[in-house]
C-alpha cells in the first residue's frame, strides 16, 4: 500500500486540523479496544520533519491568511493525522465543485449509476433543474426548462436513449408516457405565473407541478437504471471473498425508529409522531463490501432493538453491540480454500474500507484517498446529502470497520463542497430517501423497532451463515 510519509509536502496542502480531528472523533466507533491489523500509514515525524513542516505550514498560513500557524515543531504530535489536498491532480472537489452543492439523494443516487449516456444526462439535468426552479418559484426558467425536456424526449435524442437500454422498447414507452407528462405540467407552471404571489391559487398550481414533476423524476431514475450494462458487477479482490457483497445493483432498507422514552413524540415541523420511519437506498454498485455487510447484518436483526448510541448535531450513529468487542457476527467456518478475512479481538467480522472514486473502474480498499495521493477528487458518492449513510471505523485503523454505520446531517456550511473531510476517507454507500426529515430529533437512546431489507436481496452474493 501507498504511505504519505514525505510525500504530504507536495505542491498544494490544505491542512485541517480541527475540522479532521472533529470528523474522526464523531464517526469513528465508539468502542475504542481494537488492534486489528491494518496497511494504514500514520504519519510519524522526526523532529527535523516537524521543524521543516511547521515552517512550510507557517508560510502557507501567511499567503493564505490561515487563522492558525505552528511555528512551534513541539506543538505537533506524533501521530498527527494530516487531509491533505493536492490541488494540481484534483480532477473534481469532493463534494461538487462551483457554489452550489448537489444535495438531492436521488440525484446523486442516478449519477451513481454506471451509465455512460450524455443524452440521459442531459434529461437528467433538465428535469432537475425544473425541480429546482419550482421550489424558488423561478416559474419562467421552469417553463423553459420543460421546453429543453421535450425537445430531448420527442427529438432524435430519445431514440439515441433508448438504443443503450438493455430494453430499447421499454425505454421508448417511458420516454413516451414522460412526454404526456408535459402538458399538463407546463400548464400549472402557467397557472402558478398567473396567480398573485403567495395566494392559494399559486400554492394549489405549485403543489400539482411538483407532483408532475416528481412523477418525472421517478420515471427518469426506471429509465437509466434500465441502462445499466446487463451483468453488471464491481470487481473485488479475491481476500475478501469471505465476506458478504451486494453485487449488480441496489437494495432498499426501512427502519422504524421510536422514542427511548415511549411518552414521548418526535417533532417534525411543530407535528408529533409516534414513529419515525426512514428509507434507506444502499449501493452495490460503488460500495458491494460494504453494502453488503450492511444488508447481511440488517437480515441478521443486528440492528432491530438496538438503541441510537450516538447524535451530536453532525452525525446520528449506532450498531455498537455489547460485550466490548467492536462488532460483527462470530463463529463464521470459510469455504474450504477460502481466503478468511481479518477478524476484530474477539472472532467478530471486520471490512476493509472502500472507496470508489469518481471515473475508476473500481473501488479502492484499506487506503484512504490521501494515503492513495489523490486528495480532492471525487468519490462516486459523495457526502453531501442529508442522511448520507456513511460506515464508522477507528481514526487510524481503516479496516476496523464492522457493525457501526451513521447518518450524516449534512450542513453546507460545515461541510461545503469540495472541503468535505468525509469523502475518501469514509465509504458513502447510500442515502435516505424518505423520511431524513426525521433525522434532527432522533436523539441517543432511541429504539430501532425494526429493520429489514423491502428490495434487492437477490443482489447478495455470499450471505454468511447465520450462528
Do not use: H
Given at each position: 500500500?501507498?504511505?504519505?510519509?514525505?510525500?504530504?509536502?507536495?505542491?498544494?496542502?490544505?491542512?485541517?486540523?480541527?475540522?479532521?480531528?472533529?470528523?474522526?472523533?464523531?464517526?469513528?466507533?465508539?468502542?475504542?479496544?481494537?488492534?486489528?491489523?491494518?496497511?494504514?500509514?500514520?504519519?510519524?515525524?522526526?523532529?527535523?520533519?516537524?521543524?521543516?513542516?511547521?515552517?512550510?505550514?507557517?508560510?502557507?498560513?501567511?499567503?493564505?491568511?490561515?487563522?492558525?500557524?505552528?511555528?512551534?515543531?513541539?506543538?505537533?504530535?506524533?501521530?498527527?493525522?494530516?487531509?491533505?489536498?493536492?490541488?494540481?491532480?484534483?480532477?473534481?472537489?469532493?463534494?461538487?465543485?462551483?457554489?452550489?452543492?448537489?444535495?438531492?439523494?436521488?440525484?446523486?443516487?442516478?449519477?451513481?449509476?454506471?451509465?455512460?449516456?450524455?443524452?440521459?444526462?442531459?434529461?437528467?439535468?433538465?428535469?432537475?433543474?425544473?425541480?429546482?426552479?419550482?421550489?424558488?418559484?423561478?416559474?419562467?426558467?421552469?417553463?423553459?426548462?420543460?421546453?429543453?425536456?421535450?425537445?430531448?424526449?420527442?427529438?432524435?435524442?430519445?431514440?439515441?436513449?433508448?438504443?443503450?437500454?438493455?430494453?430499447?422498447?421499454?425505454?421508448?414507452?417511458?420516454?413516451?408516457?414522460?412526454?404526456?407528462?408535459?402538458?399538463?405540467?407546463?400548464?400549472?407552471?402557467?397557472?402558478?405565473?398567473?396567480?398573485?404571489?403567495?395566494?392559494?391559487?399559486?400554492?394549489?398550481?405549485?403543489?400539482?407541478?411538483?407532483?408532475?414533476?416528481?412523477?418525472?423524476?421517478?420515471?427518469?431514475?426506471?429509465?437509466?437504471?434500465?441502462?445499466?450494462?446487463?451483468?453488471?458487477?464491481?470487481?473485488?479482490?479475491?481476500?475478501?471473498?469471505?465476506?458478504?457483497?451486494?453485487?449488480?445493483?441496489?437494495?432498499?432498507?426501512?427502519?422504524?425508529?421510536?422514542?427511548?422514552?415511549?411518552?414521548?413524540?418526535?417533532?417534525?415541523?411543530?407535528?408529533?409522531?409516534?414513529?419515525?420511519?426512514?428509507?434507506?437506498?444502499?449501493?452495490?454498485?460503488?460500495?458491494?463490501?460494504?453494502?453488503?455487510?450492511?444488508?447481511?447484518?440488517?437480515?441478521?436483526?443486528?440492528?432491530?432493538?438496538?438503541?441510537?448510541?450516538?447524535?451530536?448535531?453532525?452525525v446520528v450513529q449506532t450498531g455498537e453491540p455489547a460485550g466490548g468487542s467492536t462488532g460483527g457476527p462470530i463463529g463464521y467456518v470459510p469455504e474450504a480454500g477460502t481466503p478468511v478475512w481479518e477478524k476484530g479481538p474477539k472472532g467478530e467480522r471486520t471490512i476493509p474500507l472502500e472507496?470508489?472514486?469518481?471515473?475508476?473502474?473500481?473501488?479502492?480498499?484499506?487506503?484512504?484517498?490521501?494515503?492513495?495521493?489523490?486528495?480532492?477528487?471525487?468519490?462516486?458518492?459523495?457526502?453531501s446529502s442529508y442522511g448520507a449513510l456513511g460506515w464508522a471505523r477507528g481514526e487510524y485503523e481503516p479496516n476496523s470497520g464492522s457493525t457501526q454505520f451513521f447518518w450524516l446531517l449534512f450542513d453546507s456550511d460545515l461541510t461545503p463542497g469540495g472541503k468535505n473531510v468525509l469523502d475518501?476517507?469514509?465509504?458513502?454507500?447510500?442515502?435516505?430517501?424518505?423520511?431524513?426529515?426525521?433525522?434532527?430529533?432522533?436523539?441517543?437512546?432511541?429504539?430501532?423497532?425494526?429493520?429489514?431489507?423491502?428490495?434487492?436481496?437477490?443482489?447478495?452474493?455470499?450471505?454468511?451463515?447465520?450462528?
Open positions: 500500500m501507498k504511505t504519505m510519509g514525505m510525500t504530504i509536502l507536495l505542491k498544494s496542502i490544505i491542512i485541517t486540523f480541527s475540522t479532521i480531528n472533529i470528523a474522526n472523533a464523531f464517526v469513528q466507533p465508539k468502542n475504542q479496544q481494537t488492534s486489528l491489523k491494518s496497511s494504514s500509514t500514520t504519519l510519524n515525524l522526526s523532529n527535523g520533519w516537524k521543524e521543516q513542516l511547521s515552517k512550510t505550514l507557517a508560510t502557507s498560513a501567511l499567503i493564505t491568511g490561515a487563522l492558525f500557524t505552528f511555528n512551534d515543531p513541539s506543538l505537533l504530535p506524533n501521530n498527527m493525522y494530516f487531509q491533505s489536498e493536492i490541488v494540481a491532480s484534483a480532477k473534481e472537489m469532493a463534494s461538487g465543485s462551483g457554489s452550489r452543492v448537489n444535495k438531492d439523494p436521488d440525484s446523486l443516487l442516478r449519477y451513481g449509476l454506471p451509465i455512460n449516456s450524455k443524452d440521459v444526462r442531459k434529461l437528467q439535468k433538465e428535469i432537475e433543474t425544473i425541480e429546482q426552479d419550482l421550489r424558488s418559484k423561478r416559474l419562467t426558467p421552469a417553463a423553459d426548462g420543460v421546453k429543453q425536456v421535450r425537445k430531448v424526449i420527442e427529438g432524435k435524442d430519445a431514440d439515441k436513449i433508448a438504443a443503450v437500454c438493455n430494453d430499447p422498447k421499454a425505454c421508448k414507452a417511458i420516454l413516451d408516457g414522460m412526454g404526456t407528462e408535459l402538458d399538463p405540467l407546463n400548464e400549472y407552471i402557467q397557472a402558478a405565473k398567473d396567480a398573485f404571489t403567495g395566494s392559494e391559487q399559486e400554492r394549489k398550481a405549485l403543489d400539482k407541478a411538483n407532483l408532475i414533476q416528481g412523477k418525472l423524476a421517478k420515471s427518469l431514475t426506471v429509465l437509466e437504471e434500465g441502462m445499466v450494462p446487463k451483468g453488471y458487477k464491481v470487481k473485488v479482490p479475491e481476500a475478501y471473498k469471505d465476506l458478504p457483497q451486494l453485487q449488480g445493483g441496489r437494495a432498499k432498507v426501512e427502519m422504524i425508529i421510536t422514542k427511548g422514552n415511549p411518552d414521548e413524540k418526535f417533532l417534525i415541523d411543530g407535528k408529533g409522531y409516534k414513529e419515525a420511519k426512514l428509507v434507506m437506498i444502499v449501493d452495490g454498485y460503488t460500495a458491494p463490501v460494504t453494502s453488503g455487510n450492511f444488508v447481511d447484518l440488517v437480515e441478521r436483526g443486528w440492528y432491530t432493538k438496538m438503541n441510537i448510541q450516538r447524535s451530536d448535531g453532525f472507496i470508489f472514486v469518481k471515473d475508476d473502474k473500481a473501488p479502492t480498499y484499506e487506503i484512504t484517498i490521501e494515503e492513495d495521493l489523490r486528495g480532492g477528487q471525487a468519490t462516486v458518492l459523495p457526502f475518501g476517507n469514509y465509504p458513502c454507500f447510500g442515502y435516505v430517501v424518505e423520511g431524513a426529515d426525521f433525522l434532527p430529533d432522533i436523539k441517543e437512546g432511541d429504539l430501532i423497532v425494526s429493520a429489514k431489507v423491502v428490495e434487492g436481496l437477490e443482489f447478495m452474493k455470499k450471505k454468511i451463515l447465520k450462528e
